[in-house]
């Protein structure tokens, strides 16, 4: 968020902690309360908050607003659809990739795709600022998003669906409860990179750079490039969330990339609180969450949804993440 | 050639559309300094209120104040209970309050007309096709593109040569003091966004009869209409108008002539899937290359 107030830290792992706690304990007691489908949920929240934390280094850290992140996320997910099913097929990609059906792999290629587009889309949108970066992040993932509805061979329009999630080890991924674990271990891994990177001199540089470019630049430094090494590596995030989504379901669409979930991405970091390092996963728990609540109750949910989110742009300050620690948030 | 005429009018035609919707998007941008997500929804509310109106009257004459009204009404009650509060807020809360604006109206949407498209008939008296020598071309279509010319006409008018446009010019760039001298610039605000939705909403019963009316209208042509914008350089109507005429003209060629070039290229379903793919990605493609060009676009407003 361009906001040049201080942004919040955590002092204390006890509560991350605690959550984490929770969460290790979540596939079993589900499985007692006999409500397997929690894990699966939980799972889908915990993927969505990996691509909010990504999202989050862009806008919280990088004060770059991009409403086009769903291309970043899709273009891992369809990563993943197009190597499984050219593994499965035994016909490489483009005539020289080989299709793979390792999970490390395929995040590994899914981090890389995402990556590659994020630095094109970057090098141009960087370009521009404010109001057209908005516009231009939005316009250039509708271009991806067509782009792959054009893709007749993988899909088109009905995306397509493989048999299997991708293997890691000898873990039995069939099994819900193993992937939530799998998703919550790179979750995980993702944040304590991004707390690393938040702290670190690319970091601080980030906030110097979002509070007054031009002081930034007078010091010698290439603004340009530190923002567009920022989009770059929350692209990555982004696609590597779109990757275990497209595990998750075994199924991948353009659906992925639908503008609406660039929108839900941003509405995630704002209400967990930009710039923080938890922030962004707690907004997307708590957004799935308030969708799944609402939808149990009416299938019209979006018409109190969309009043919500206009009163919390026009009142909520901060996020979630404020919340429990107004004290120290000078 | 009477082919490639043709379709340069479909361009032409869909370009008019285009700067409807972008003038209003571009003078809010250009003197408020909000980015609305929810014009979108404006063009769908005069769609479907046009639509409604024809159904109940029988007459798309008299759908058309019908769709005005609705848009005009709709935009100004927008502006007056959300948008008002968004003026002093960063892009961020402009687009989150927007976003949800889109969610809001989508599905009251849902709830009034059904998930259903609806169709609009084109009226009897330009139903029919004009003799243009070369080819035949459809009234209809002749009158979306005159009426869309008057538009821009008026407004440039409007903004240079009225008193009310000289306030908005003046409101611009000098807010307070307009207001220093006993100018109610929320009202002015109200009403220039008004316009702005009243623009909106003709476009979307203009397109009524050409497309089917249906929830998600709005965003399709929205995100084009961002495009435009982003061409013609934000904040200024000569840009959106010469944006929105580059973008339909481009838009409508490589979808109209790309499948048979690339057909006598290779062979026929490669060939499709080419052309289908790089022609729904050639505005963007065209806007990445202005951004290279002129990053504040082709005719921005601000030195």
Redesign the interface.
């Given at each position: 968020?361009?906001?040049p107030r201080s942004f919040p830290r955590f002092k204390g792992w006890l509560l991350p902690g605690l959550a984490l706690a929770c969460l290790l304990a979540l596939p079993p007691v589900a499985q007692a309360l006999g409500q397997p489908a929690l894990v699966t949920l939980v799972t889908r929240m915990m993927i969505l908050g990996l691509a909010a934390s990504a999202l989050n280094i862009a806008?919280g850290m990088g004060g770059l607003?991009s409403?086009g992140h769903a291309a970043f996320y899709g273009i891992g997910g369809y990563a993943v659809g197009i190597l499984t099913t050219h593994a499965a097929a035994g016909a490489p990609f483009l005539g020289f990739i080989p299709g793979s059906d390792s999970l490390a792999l395929n995040l590994l290629a899914a981090l890389v795709a995402s990556g590659v587009a994020a630095a094109i889309i970057g090098a141009?949108?960087l370009?521009?600022s404010?109001?057209?970066f908005?516009?231009?992040t939005?316009?250039?993932a509708?271009?991806v998003f067509?782009?792959f509805?054009?893709?007749?061979?993988y899909g088109g329009d009905d995306g397509m669906s493989f048999r299997r999630r991708n293997g890691l080890l000898d873990f039995n991924m069939r099994d819900d409860a193993t992937f939530f674990y799998v998703s919550l271990g790179v979750l995980s891994l993702w944040l304590a990179l991004s707390a690393r990177l938040l702290h670190s001199r690319f970091g601080l540089l980030l906030g110097g750079i979002r509070q007054s470019e031009r002081r930034m630049q007078a010091i010698g430094v290439n603004t340009f490039a530190m923002r567009w090494l920022a989009f770059v590596l929350s692209g990555m995030g982004a696609g590597l969330a779109g990757a275990l989504m497209a595990n998750l379901g075994r199924f991948v669409s353009p659906d992925l990339m639908h503008?609406t979930q660039s929108?839900e991405m941003?509405?995630m970091v704002?209400l967990g609180g930009?710039g923080t390092i938890f922030g962004p996963v707690l907004g997307a728990f708590a957004l799935i969450g308030l969708e799944t609540l609402l939808a149990s109750w009416t299938e019209?949910w979006?018409?109190f949804?969309?009043?919500?989110?206009?009163l919390?742009?026009?009142t909520f300050r901060g996020g979630l993440a404020r919340l429990w620690r107004k004290g120290d948030a000078s | 050639m009477a082919l490639v005429l043709e379709q340069l009018l479909n361009g032409i035609q869909f370009g008019v559309m285009l700067f409807l919707l972008a003038a209003g998007l571009t003078l809010v941008f250009g003197i408020m300094g909000v980015i609305n997500l929810a014009h979108g929804s404006l063009y769908m509310v005069g769609a479907y209120a046009a639509a409604l109106g024809a159904k109940l009257t029988g007459s798309f004459l008299l759908a058309i104040p019908c769709g005005l009204v609705a848009a005009g009404l709709a935009g100004m009650a927008l502006e007056y209970i959300v948008v008002r509060r968004l003026y002093a807020r960063d892009h961020l809360d402009q687009v989150l309050a927007t976003f949800g604006l889109i969610l809001f109206f989508n599905q009251a949407i849902i709830l009034l007309f059904g998930r259903q498209p609806m169709f609009v008939q084109i009226p009897p008296l330009l139903s029919g096709a004009l003799d243009l020598g070369l080819f035949a071309y459809p009234v209809y279509r002749l009158c979306i593109i005159l009426a869309g010319l008057a538009c821009a006409g008026g407004l440039f008018l409007l903004i240079q040569r009225t008193r009310l446009g000289m306030l908005v010019r003046a409101g611009a760039t000098h807010r307070d003091m307009v207001q220093a001298l006993g100018v109610d610039i929320r009202l002015l605000y109200t009403i220039l966004f008004g316009l702005g939705a009243v623009l909106a909403g003709f476009a979307g019963l203009m397109a009524g009869p050409l497309l089917s009316v249906q929830v998600g209208m709005g965003e399709q042509i929205l995100i084009l209409t961002f495009v435009v914008v982003v061409i013609g350089g934000l904040g200024s109507v000569a840009g959106a108008f010469w944006g929105a005429l580059l973008v339909g003209l481009v838009d409508t060629s490589l979808r109209a002539f790309l499948p048979q070039i690339l057909r006598a290229l290779m062979n026929g379903s490669e060939a499709d899937a080419l052309a289908g793919g790089i022609s729904a990605m050639g505005v963007y493609l065209v806007m990445a290359l202005v951004l290279l060009v002129r990053p504040k676009g082709l005719f921005p407003a601000y030195g």
């Open positions: 968020m361009a906001n806008l607003i409403l141009l949108a370009r521009t404010g109001i057209q908005i516009m231009i939005l316009a250039f509708q271009m067509f782009l509805v054009a893709l007749k061979a503008w929108g941003l509405i704002v930009a019209h979006q018409i949804l969309g009043p919500l989110l206009v919390m742009a026009l | -």
